[in-house]
Nanobody, 115 residues
Framework: QVQLVESGGDLVQPGGSLRLSCAASGLFNGIYFMGWYRQAPGKQRELVASIFRGSSTNYADSVKGRFTISRDNAKNTVYLQMNSLKPEDTAVYYC?????????WGQGTQVTVSS
């Protein structure tokens, strides 16, 4: 059974940094797409950043220059380095991965940016 397990969410002050991790476990052949989404209270879930197997990346305009997505294919893990965090970055962050043509979601990790 394939699972995605996220970690790294926390309470941080504005201007601070966090690093989120998402590890895929189970039996599978390959991971094509990995991405981070977020959902704030009362808002729709939105794509934050994505990375494809060939390391091509994509970012939401609101996080460009502040967030960096990366992946370790040997560990089946994707990371999201978040710098210069703002209160509007507060949300539950979800990892998504397309594994063997099937989309999987993690359980979510809370990021709160507040003084």
């Amino acid at each position: 059974q394939v699972q995605l397990v996220e970690s790294g969410g926390d309470l941080v002050q504005p201007g601070g940094s966090l690093r989120l991790s998402c590890a895929a476990s189970g039996l599978f052949n390959g991971i094509y797409f990995m991405g981070w989404y977020r959902q704030a209270p009362g808002k729709q879930r939105e794509l934050v950043a994505s990375i494809f197997r060939g390391s091509s990346t994509n970012y939401a305009d609101s996080v460009k220059g502040r967030f960096t997505i990366s992946r370790d294919n040997a560990k089946n893990t994707v990371y999201l380095q978040m710098n210069s965090l703002k209160p509007e970055d507060t949300a539950v962050y979800y990892c998504k991965a397309n594994i063997d043509l099937i989309a999987y979601w993690g359980q979510g990790t809370q990021v709160t940016v507040s003084s």
